[in-house]
């Protein structure tokens, strides 16, 4: 799938997390917000990835072909976890405040909306989207996808150069 059409996905999921909660808690600003937060920016966590194995040399032909993937041979991706999910949830149905409710509650179900769709179009396995998950296998590659994603990642970690 290409990069823009990826994107694009990502954008009109958490579009619809901020309408789902707009509509519920009547927050729209907040709503709508947390959810492109949730939904869109949690994919900074790729710049840490890239950053930590490259170093402050920024390549955008690396970064988009996700290199630092293939480099490192690790998947840290810090803010796509099933956990804070959950613990978002937890923490919006105990806030009162209808603003910062509506700000949690559109956080939690962006990112939920994200990674549901990560799942698919990354063909992930649901628990490698778990940062106990990860953290378990030091966050190597291997375990965290499938074999048959493995046998190419391999491929295209030797074309590299990075063996």
């Not at 709508?32 to 710049?47: N, P, R, T, W």
Request: hydrophobic share 55%.
């Amino acid at each position: 799938m290409s990069l823009k059409l990826h994107l694009a996905l990502h954008v009109l999921s958490a579009l619809l997390a901020g309408f789902i909660v707009w509509r519920v808690w009547k927050k729209p600003i907040a709503s709508f917000a947390a959810g492109i937060l949730g939904g869109v920016l949690v994919d900074l966590d790729h710049f840490i990835d890239y950053f930590l194995t490259f170093g402050f040399h920024f390549n955008l032909a690396y970064f988009n072909r996700g290199d630092q993937f293939l480099k490192s041979d690790r998947l840290l991706i810090l803010f796509h976890a099933w956990e804070y999910v959950i613990i978002l949830i937890a923490v919006g149905l105990i806030i009162r405040n209808r603003l910062w409710k509506s700000f949690v509650l559109a956080l939690a179900l962006g990112l939920f909306f994200h990674l549901c769709l990560d799942v698919m179009i990354d063909h992930m396995p649901v628990k490698s989207y778990s940062i106990a998950y990860r953290l378990e296998h030091n966050f190597k590659i291997e375990p965290l996808i499938y074999p048959e994603h493995y046998a190419e990642h391999l491929k295209r970690r030797l074309e590299a150069g990075f063996n």
